[in-house]
């Protein structure tokens, strides 16, 4: 057997990582640029996280350069196949003790929209972006996530195809709605067999009656949001909607709370804040029915639109002696807020992946090249909790201080002539020596991850910078810009 060509190493905690990856590509030139992207995904930039931004080079002209080229072949000719590294990271997050799912977690499923320009990107029209809240020309994908009060990771990420790509539109057989893909992530998550106490999701998927009775096919319990004025059929002079119920539950004060029930919710960060919730008793709802409807609030005399959610679960109540052996564990009051609460991780998890990983700044158009950029920036975040679960075997002393002024000079390198050293520098080592910072951030409210890249992050690459970048690179580092995952309450 041929032995596999060495490639260049990355910092020391990214190399470890990376190297769970490795027999998953078949060529070095693969494993290399495997390496490169997540380096460039991790690294603190001022630029977008295109394709010419990740290899760093003029975002027109040095698109045509070799060492862009090569990660636009790694994305959209070369063959790996995207759902075993899927595999690979997932399974990197259930070994580790700190990431491991468990039954107290949820399974969120949520849906973001990108802009993009043009029409010859694959499944781009205008369509609703939420994330814009408007109609717009773009790209919108269905999303899983793991989520409890410790941590929180994407499993699944799959873009939605409008109708105008079907020759018979939504009457096509292959067309799927953004609530069928919502309940094929579910699906798919149970026969993979991922812990999950409930799905959450807000009401866009709360109001559909389809998605739930899938769900409840599947077996599975849920906790979603519905909207204030969620109605059924009722008298004319009778309360019918949730918000109008919940304002006659006999809200006085605190001290006379009327049906309200005080419960306290307890924060990532150890805060707590004190709740009011109520159970409806209405219409289709109620402890004794197939689904439960629930408002929980802040302020039960106003309801304050940020802070009231109205719920809908299949969870059934705890009774000292139920009829018959429920299907599911009994959720109290505060377990159903509990569990919706997990929900907001999703929206945490969206600033990171987008406004620091580079999410929807991937500059190919066909499918298979969009999915491979989604699953490096999945690799990406969740090597941020892998660093923090292996930071004591990381450790590592602290290189020395870098200075500008003891660089080697570069000569000025016409753009026709870079091409020419990119064969010889791809062999030589990013520096070894060069690591990531080895403990999680100090900051305050961090989940711990990634402190700072180190001053001298990658020789290897620097090489290849005129000096007013190189220096500029170098600034950023030494400012210690951290690529940290923060927790919110």
Not at 37 to 51: Q, V
Not at 63 to 81: C, H, I, T, V, Y
Not at 428 to 451: E, F, I, K
């Given at each position: 057997m041929t032995k596999r060509r060495a490639v260049p190493i990355a910092p020391k905690p990214l190399e470890e990582y990376a190297r769970h990856f490795d027999a998953l590509f078949g060529k070095s030139t693969q494993r290399d640029e495997f390496r490169h992207y997540l380096e460039g995904l991790l690294l603190p930039a001022e630029r977008h996280k295109t394709l010419t931004g990740l290899?760093?080079?003029?975002?027109?002209?040095?698109?045509?350069?070799?060492?862009?080229?090569?990660?636009?072949?790694?994305?959209?000719?070369?063959?790996?196949?995207?759902?075993?590294?899927?595999?690979?990271?997932?399974?990197?997050?259930?070994?580790?003790?700190?990431?491991?799912?468990?039954?107290?977690?949820?399974?969120?499923?949520?849906e973001t929209g990108e802009r993009k320009d043009g029409h010859k990107t694959a499944h781009v029209s205008r369509q609703y972006l939420a994330n814009l809240g408007k109609i717009d020309n773009g790209v919108v994908s269905v999303t899983s996530l793991w989520a409890d009060e410790r941590v929180y990771y994407p499993l699944e990420v799959e873009p939605y195809t409008p109708e105008s790509y079907f020759a018979q539109g939504k009457n096509d057989p292959t067309f799927r709605t953004k609530l069928k893909i919502a309940l094929q992530l579910v699906q798919q998550a149970v026969e993979q067999e991922w812990p999950f106490r409930a799905v959450v999701a807000d009401n866009f998927y709360g109001e559909d009656r389809g998605l739930k009775r899938g769900l409840r096919e599947l077996n599975v319990p849920y906790v979603m949001a519905l909207k204030p004025s969620h109605a059924w059929?009722?008298?004319?002079?009778?309360?019918?909607t949730l918000q109008?119920?919940?304002?006659?539950?006999?809200?006085?004060?605190?001290?006379?709370?009327?049906?309200?029930?005080?419960?306290?919710?307890?924060?990532?960060?150890?805060?707590?804040?004190?709740?009011?919730?109520?159970?409806?008793?209405?219409?289709p709802y109620g402890p004794d029915k197939k689904e439960r409807a629930i408002v929980a609030s802040t302020d039960p005399k106003t309801l304050p639109d940020l802070s009231t959610w109205y719920l809908v679960t299949?969870?059934?109540?705890?009774?000292?002696?139920?009829?018959?052996?429920?299907?599911?564990?009994?959720?109290?009051?505060?377990?159903?807020?509990?569990?919706?609460?997990?929900?907001?991780?999703?929206?945490?998890?969206?600033?990171?992946?987008?406004?620091?990983?580079?999410?929807?700044?991937?500059?190919?158009?066909?499918?298979?090249?969009?999915?491979?950029?989604?699953?490096?920036?999945?690799?990406?975040?969740?090597?941020?909790?892998?660093?923090?679960?292996?930071?004591?075997?990381?450790?590592?002393?602290?290189?020395?201080?870098?200075?500008?002024?003891?660089?080697p000079s570069q000569p000025d390198v016409p753009v026709q002539e870079t091409g020419t050293r990119e064969?010889?520098?791809?062999?030589?080592?990013?520096?070894?020596?060069?690591?990531?910072?080895?403990?999680?951030?100090?900051?305050?409210?961090?989940?711990g991850a990634l402190d700072h890249a180190a001053s001298r992050y990658w020789h290897g690459w620097s090489q290849q910078l005129p000096p007013?970048?190189?220096?500029?690179?170098?600034?950023?580092?030494?400012?210690?810009?951290?690529?940290?995952?923060?927790?919110s309450a």
């Amino acid at each position: 057997m041929t032995k596999r060509r060495a490639v260049p190493i990355a910092p020391k905690p990214l190399e470890e990582y990376a190297r769970h990856f490795d027999a998953l590509f078949g060529k070095s030139t693969q494993r290399d640029e495997f390496r490169h992207y997540l380096e460039g995904l991790l690294l603190p930039a001022e630029r977008h996280k295109t394709l010419t931004g990740l290899a760093n080079t003029e975002p027109l002209v040095g698109a045509q350069l070799p060492r862009a080229q090569k990660l636009q072949w790694f994305l959209s000719e070369s063959n790996w196949d995207e759902r075993k590294v899927q595999a690979q990271r997932l399974s990197l997050l259930c070994e580790a003790p700190s990431t491991a799912p468990t039954r107290q977690g949820v399974l969120v499923i949520d849906e973001t929209g990108e802009r993009k320009d043009g029409h010859k990107t694959a499944h781009v029209s205008r369509q609703y972006l939420a994330n814009l809240g408007k109609i717009d020309n773009g790209v919108v994908s269905v999303t899983s996530l793991w989520a409890d009060e410790r941590v929180y990771y994407p499993l699944e990420v799959e873009p939605y195809t409008p109708e105008s790509y079907f020759a018979q539109g939504k009457n096509d057989p292959t067309f799927r709605t953004k609530l069928k893909i919502a309940l094929q992530l579910v699906q798919q998550a149970v026969e993979q067999e991922w812990p999950f106490r409930a799905v959450v999701a807000d009401n866009f998927y709360g109001e559909d009656r389809g998605l739930k009775r899938g769900l409840r096919e599947l077996n599975v319990p849920y906790v979603m949001a519905l909207k204030p004025s969620h109605a059924w059929y009722h008298p004319e002079d009778v309360a019918g909607t949730l918000q109008d119920v919940a304002h006659e539950a006999g809200w006085v004060s605190a001290e006379q709370p009327g049906q309200w029930r005080r419960i306290r919710r307890t924060f990532h960060d150890g805060s707590t804040q004190d709740w009011w919730a109520v159970e409806i008793v209405a219409g289709p709802y109620g402890p004794d029915k197939k689904e439960r409807a629930i408002v929980a609030s802040t302020d039960p005399k106003t309801l304050p639109d940020l802070s009231t959610w109205y719920l809908v679960t299949n969870l059934p109540p705890p009774m000292e002696h139920p009829e018959r052996e429920p299907l599911f564990s009994p959720a109290s009051l505060e377990e159903v807020v509990r569990l919706y609460g997990l929900r907001m991780w999703v929206e945490q998890s969206y600033k990171q992946v987008k406004h620091a990983l580079g999410w929807s700044q991937y500059q190919v158009r066909s499918d298979k090249a969009i999915r491979r950029h989604w699953q490096l920036v999945c690799c990406a975040f969740s090597f941020c909790w892998y660093h923090a679960s292996h930071s004591s075997d990381n450790t590592t002393p602290a290189p020395m201080e870098p200075s500008v002024s003891h660089l080697p000079s570069q000569p000025d390198v016409p753009v026709q002539e870079t091409g020419t050293r990119e064969k010889n520098q791809q062999e030589q080592s990013r520096a070894a020596t060069s690591v990531l910072a080895s403990s999680p951030a100090s900051g305050a409210r961090m989940v711990g991850a990634l402190d700072h890249a180190a001053s001298r992050y990658w020789h290897g690459w620097s090489q290849q910078l005129p000096p007013p970048e190189l220096q500029l690179l170098l600034q950023q580092l030494e400012r210690g810009q951290p690529l940290a995952l923060y927790s919110s309450a």
